[in-house]
Structure formats: C-alpha cells, structure tokens
C-alpha cells in the first residue's frame, strides 16, 4: 500500500490517466460516458481497502467477514 506521502501523487496520477479516457468517451460513446460513477470517496475507499485487507487473509477462497460485522 502507498505510504502518505506518495498517496496524492499517485491520485494525481491516476485522475490524469483517466482524463483522456473520460473525454473520448463523452465525445464518442455519450451513453457509456453517462453511465461512469462518479469517484469514491475517501470513507468508500477506506471500506474498500478494509474489505480487501481482510479478503486477502482468505487466500482459500473462504468468505471474509463483512468489516462492519
């Protein structure tokens, strides 16, 4: 997992990536534009990597624990 400091410069990063991505889209494909997500939250995002965190203790496949549980 990135360490703090290189976190915004990895989001930075990936938001310029998507960016061209994003504009084809909307100039060739509007409907497949229209049906993007907008980007997770900070709070998404910690759910996700707890959820994630937890999964990966469950190398067998086995069902992980809902981090709220």
Known sequence: MP???NA???AARIAAAWHP???WLAEHAPRSYAQLL???TDDEMREAEAVL???ARHPDGG???SPRS
Do not use: I
């Open 53 to 55: 965190a937890e999964w």
């Open 3 to 5: 360490d703090a400091e």
């Open 38 to 40: 907008p980007p997770a």
């Open 21 to 23: 991505l994003t504009e």
């Open 8 to 10: 915004g410069d990895n």
């Open 63 to 65: 069902e992980p624990r």
